[in-house]
C-alpha cells in the first residue's frame, strides 16, 4: 500500500507540474490561446479548417483560420459547420476531449452540458447511455450486451454536480444495480461524491464512495468507503494518458486495484487502451478497452 500511495502522489504532482508548466508556456507564447469554441468548417474535397467567419455574402466566405491565415472560400466549396470547443496550441486547434465526464469507468467531478449526451461501452460488454438534463444534471444507464452471462442487470447513474469552477467541479452521484431475478438482494450498487482538479488537459480526480443495498429483505449502507484517486495528463492534439485506482478499505487490510491507459481523442468519439490489475500480490493485468460517442448540442461547455 505504501508504494501505491508514493505512486500515486507522484502522479499527482507530476500532473500538477505539467499543467503549471503549460500554463507558462501558454503565457510565453501568444500563438496559443483558450477559446469557449472555435468553428469547425468541413469542405467539399474532405479538409476540415478551424477559425472564424470574417465575413460572408451569396458568393463569398471569407475565414480566419487559427494559425492567422485569411482563407477565401465559395459556399459550394463547404461541406457542413459547427462549432467545436477546444484551444489553439501553437496554431493548432486541440478540440476538447470529447469523454471529459469520465476517467476509465469513474465519473470526474465535471457535468455534460444541457442537451449534451454520450453513448459508450466499457469493457467493451457494459454499454452506457449519458444525457445532460440540464447543466448539473446528469442521467445514465444500461444493461450488459451479454447479459444472459450474468444474469438480468439494468444500471441506473444519476449525477449532481454541486460546484462548477474554471479549475474545479465538485459533485455526488450513484451507481445502482437493479437485479429483477434475485429479489432478496433488491437493487445494490454504490453511492459516492467526487471532486476533479485542474483544466480538461491536466487535472487530478479524488472521490469516496459508499456501497449500499435498497429493498428486497433488507437495506444497508457501508460505513467503510471506498476511495479513488485517479489522474489526467494531455500530451498532444489526439492523445491523453490517465490513470484511475480504487482503494477498498472494508476487510483486513483493504485491497487495492489500480489502472492505466492512453486516451485517443477524437471530435466525438474517444478510446481507451489499457490495462487493470490488483495492489499487494492480488495479479496484474487484465487488458481495458472503452469506446465514447458524444452526441448532442454543438459548443456547449462545462467546467
Given at each position: 500500500?505504501?508504494?501505491?500511495?508514493?505512486?500515486?502522489?507522484?502522479?499527482?504532482m507530476s500532473v500538477i507540474g505539467v499543467q503549471s508548466t503549460s500554463a507558462q508556456s501558454d503565457t510565453a507564447r501568444p500563438s496559443v490561446a483558450d477559446t469557449a469554441a472555435m468553428l469547425?468548417?468541413?469542405?467539399?474535397?474532405?479538409?476540415?479548417?478551424?477559425?472564424?467567419?470574417?465575413?460572408?455574402?451569396?458568393?463569398?466566405?471569407?475565414?480566419?483560420?487559427?494559425?492567422?491565415?485569411?482563407?477565401?472560400?465559395?459556399?459550394?466549396?463547404?461541406?457542413?459547420?459547427?462549432?467545436?470547443?477546444?484551444?489553439?496550441?501553437?496554431?493548432?486547434?486541440?478540440?476538447?476531449?470529447?469523454?471529459?465526464?469520465?476517467?476509465?469507468?469513474?465519473?470526474?467531478?465535471?457535468?455534460?452540458?444541457?442537451?449534451?449526451?454520450?453513448?459508450?461501452?466499457?469493457?467493451?460488454?457494459?454499454?452506457?447511455?449519458?444525457?445532460?438534463?440540464?447543466?448539473?444534471?446528469?442521467?445514465?444507464?444500461?444493461?450488459?450486451?451479454?447479459?444472459?452471462?450474468?444474469?438480468?442487470?439494468?444500471?441506473?447513474?444519476?449525477?449532481?454536480?454541486?460546484?462548477?469552477?474554471?479549475?474545479?467541479?465538485?459533485?455526488?452521484?450513484?451507481?445502482?444495480?437493479?437485479?429483477?431475478?434475485?429479489?432478496?438482494?433488491?437493487?445494490?450498487?454504490?453511492?459516492?461524491?467526487?471532486?476533479?482538479?485542474?483544466?480538461?488537459?491536466?487535472?487530478?480526480?479524488?472521490?469516496?464512495?459508499?456501497?449500499?443495498?435498497?429493498?428486497?429483505?433488507?437495506?444497508?449502507l457501508s460505513n467503510a468507503p471506498v476511495l479513488v484517486l485517479g489522474g489526467e495528463t494531455r500530451v498532444s492534439r489526439h492523445v491523453k494518458f490517465l490513470t484511475e485506482n480504487w482503494i477498498?478499505?472494508?476487510?483486513?487490510?483493504?485491497?487495492?486495484?489500480?489502472?492505466?491507459?492512453?486516451?485517443?481523442?477524437?471530435?466525438?468519439?474517444?478510446?481507451?487502451?489499457?490495462?487493470?490489475?490488483?495492489?499487494?500480490?492480488?495479479?496484474?493485468?487484465?487488458?481495458?478497452?472503452?469506446?465514447?460517442?458524444?452526441?448532442?448540442?454543438?459548443?456547449?461547455?462545462?467546467?
Amino acid at each position: 500500500m505504501s508504494k501505491l500511495s508514493l505512486l500515486l502522489f507522484a502522479f499527482g504532482m507530476s500532473v500538477i507540474g505539467v499543467q503549471s508548466t503549460s500554463a507558462q508556456s501558454d503565457t510565453a507564447r501568444p500563438s496559443v490561446a483558450d477559446t469557449a469554441a472555435m468553428l469547425e468548417v468541413r469542405l467539399t474535397d474532405g479538409s476540415v479548417v478551424y477559425g472564424s467567419i470574417l465575413s460572408r455574402d451569396r458568393d463569398r466566405v471569407v475565414l480566419r483560420t487559427v494559425s492567422g491565415a485569411r482563407l477565401e472560400l465559395s459556399p459550394d466549396q463547404i461541406r457542413s459547420q459547427r462549432l467545436s470547443a477546444g484551444r489553439v496550441v501553437g496554431g493548432e486547434f486541440w478540440p476538447e476531449d470529447p469523454n471529459h465526464t469520465r476517467l476509465l469507468f469513474t465519473s470526474t467531478g465535471r457535468s455534460l452540458g444541457a442537451g449534451q449526451g454520450y453513448v459508450s461501452a466499457y469493457f467493451l460488454f457494459f454499454p452506457m447511455v449519458a444525457f445532460g438534463v440540464t447543466d448539473r444534471f446528469t442521467i445514465a444507464g444500461g444493461t450488459p450486451l451479454v447479459p444472459g452471462a450474468m444474469g438480468t442487470v439494468f444500471y441506473l447513474a444519476p449525477k449532481f454536480t454541486v460546484s462548477r469552477r474554471e479549475r474545479s467541479a465538485l459533485s455526488v452521484g450513484a451507481l445502482a444495480f437493479a437485479l429483477p431475478d434475485n429479489r432478496e438482494d433488491g437493487t445494490v450498487g454504490i453511492t459516492y461524491g467526487v471532486g476533479t482538479f485542474g483544466t480538461r488537459d491536466h487535472a487530478v480526480t479524488a472521490g469516496a464512495g459508499w456501497g449500499f443495498r435498497w429493498g428486497g429483505e433488507r437495506s444497508s449502507l457501508s460505513n467503510a468507503p471506498v476511495l479513488v484517486l485517479g489522474g489526467e495528463t494531455r500530451v498532444s492534439r489526439h492523445v491523453k494518458f490517465l490513470t484511475e485506482n480504487w482503494i477498498f478499505t472494508s476487510g483486513t487490510g483493504g485491497f487495492t486495484l489500480f489502472s492505466g491507459a492512453v486516451r485517443f481523442i477524437g471530435d466525438r468519439l474517444s478510446a481507451d487502451l489499457g490495462v487493470i490489475g490488483a495492489a499487494d500480490g492480488g495479479g496484474c493485468c487484465l487488458p481495458m478497452v472503452n469506446f465514447v460517442w458524444n452526441f448532442g448540442r454543438d459548443g456547449a461547455r462545462s467546467p
